[in-house]
């Protein structure tokens, strides 16, 4: 449902609550005859909850709080809560009312007369306390469920009540509640805590850190389902339901920003290939990080295999000719594969399928709930992109190439003798006990050593072994570079690559050269280019799209053309050989763009503990903060600091 829908909900609440009649008997009080309340003061919109802020919780500029999507509702639960309250309204069911129903209670205290408003709670008189007991004990339930009672009692234990004062447990739902607010408002609107959980952009950003992502950068989104717990992204961890509810749903829009992202920034995005995933209970987020649309490419070509008897044996001419059956009849290995996994089955190739295991199936995630990824922008919109032998060209010209990109070598052993003991005891390479990261691979005696290093590693390294003779690391050869003809099987492999076509030869280190999709501009639509913008067409923009023997249909009407609806980027991890990005799963909308990253406030080690020098890291530009900057951070700090507690 719209936000138009639950914004009309906020201004037609007082109304329904016949806030009108209350409004009489607040008038009746000293703090009514102090602001001249009147009735028709209920139909005001804003000024109505203006007033009942202020003569309830003394909080009048909380109705600032009203305008914005993700808070919008809690502050008018808050109002009416706060408003039936202020007429004696304690108890628990009456607070289940307050803040689920409001208005049959609104109503019943509009027509008793000898229910008036209320002076504040005497927390010295224990009727009193024992009538708001279990209300207030709610309250601080759905502000943190469980916890909020635990720290209360623990704090409890170690502090006495003053004489006089309110009880623990209002004390913490109070302060829970603007504090929940207050995470929401800054978490959507400001900057957003991250913490790198893959090394696909080591050696620039390393697994364990902690960062801040600066939304004000390129404008924060207006949240797409603001309906959201705002402590977790898309998840509560360990019960392992969403933390979010998608009843409003809003489109998308960005509120203006102090820049656009530039070539190079690093920059974290909401992961477009995130809008379906498998749901596995064993983890908190289900199976973050893995492409669903890779995986049903994997799992349709291994059922193919499996079927088809091609496991584990040398391909002949004859099983040749069933891989071109593959290749004709691929949407129904592919149906196979969605279905399969609908259904909760692990893809047929992982160990959870062979230990009989299953899962709970596909969820959908809207855009703003998708996992968090960061990466490095190497295209804007408009610019041509090109790779060739791991080198990426932009515009013609090679990308520029910053100190910490790891990129992966061979190294012949004829020419030289490496160990990884004085390789990471000279040079600092290292290789991660759960092999996450892996700086040094020796392999066999026919293989090279393959070294995953800076370019400052690998010229201290050709320095102290002048010997060593370096080539491009090739993970998988490209038969377009090759100019020879491909068997049926590496036609299969192309799947692995974006665009995810048969007939589009892209390898992590060879990809053929495109521009980036750039807003209202207009591109000829063929059968040999469509690949490259299905998912644009269909999944990003919202259109249908068929694509027929006597054409493509978008929408329903044959056209050879389409013009894009919105900006597109291309982001790569500065690990270049370890990192799923846009050679995986291709362009990343501007609906998905979350923020730039901005600055390493801490960084644990999963392996080797805390890194202090990696501590407030300025990770957007390259070197430290200049003086200009920290003065504006530390502005924005103080400012935020002082406009919530203006509001509180």
Known sequence: MSFIYFYLLILVNPILAQ???????????????????????????????????????????????????????????????????RFGKFSLSETLQGIFFPYYLTHQISKEEKCVPVVDTNWNNAKELEDRKWGDHLVLFLCLPVL??????????ISKRKAG????????????????????????YVFEPFQIPTGSMEKTMLVGDFLFVNKLAYGPKVPVTPLSYPLVHNNVPWVNIPSYLTIEKGSYFRLPGFGKIKPYDIVV?????????????????????????????????????????????????????????????IDAWRTLARTNLSNGVFPVYSQEYAEGMTHDGLIYRPVDKRENYIKRCIGVPGDAIEIKAATVYRNGKPAKIFDHMAF????????????????????????????????????DSTSPYVLNITPLEKQKIQEAYPTAKFSVHIDRPSYTVEKRTPSPEELIENLECFP???YVNNTMTDFQQFTVPKKGATVTLTDQNIAWYRRIISAYEGHTLEEKEDGIYVDGVKTNQYTFGMNYYWMMGDNRYNSADSRVWGFVPEDHI?????????????????????????????GAFTALQWLGFAFGVVLLILVFKFLA
């Open 165 to 188: 004062s309110k009880t623990g447990v209002k004390e913490w739902g109070d302060s829970l509640v603007f504090a929940l607010i207050a995470a929401t408002v800054i978490r959507s």
């Open 500 to 502: 995810k076509d048969f």
């Open 408 to 443: 992966k070598w061979d190294v012949s052993k004829a020419s030289t003798t490496f160990t990884y003991q004085e390789l990471s005891d000279n040079f600092g390479l290292e290789n991660a006990p759960d092999g996450s990261r892996m700086d040094f691979e020796e392999g």
């Open 19 to 85: 806030w009108n009649k209350l409004f009489v008997k607040l008038a009746e009080t000293e703090d009514g005859q102090k602001m001249g309340i009147q009735p028709h003061h209920a139909y005001i919109p804003l000024y109505n909850y203006y007033i009942v802020f202020k003569i309830t919780n003394k909080k009048p500029f909380w109705t600032v709080l009203l305008l914005f999507p993700g808070v919008h509702l809690v502050m008018m639960i808050v109002a009416n809560l706060s408003l039936v309250r």
């Open 148 to 157: 909020g009672h635990a720290l209360q009692f623990l704090f409890s234990m």
């Open 594 to 622: 979350v923020g730039r990253a901005s600055l390493v406030w801490f960084s644990n080690s999963p392996y080797k503990g805390i890194r202090a020098e990696r501590i407030l890291k300025n990770v957007s530009q390259e």
């Open 269 to 329: 995005f909401n992961y477009p290939s995130g809008d379906t995933a498998v749901y596995d209970p064993r983890i908190p987020n289900g199976l973050m990080g893995h492409d669903y649309h890779g995986i049903i490419n994997q799992e349709a070509t291994w059922q193919f295999r499996i079927k088809n008897g091609l496991l584990s044996k040398g391909v002949n001419q004859s099983d040749s000719l069933k891989f071109v059956d593959f290749i004709n009849n």
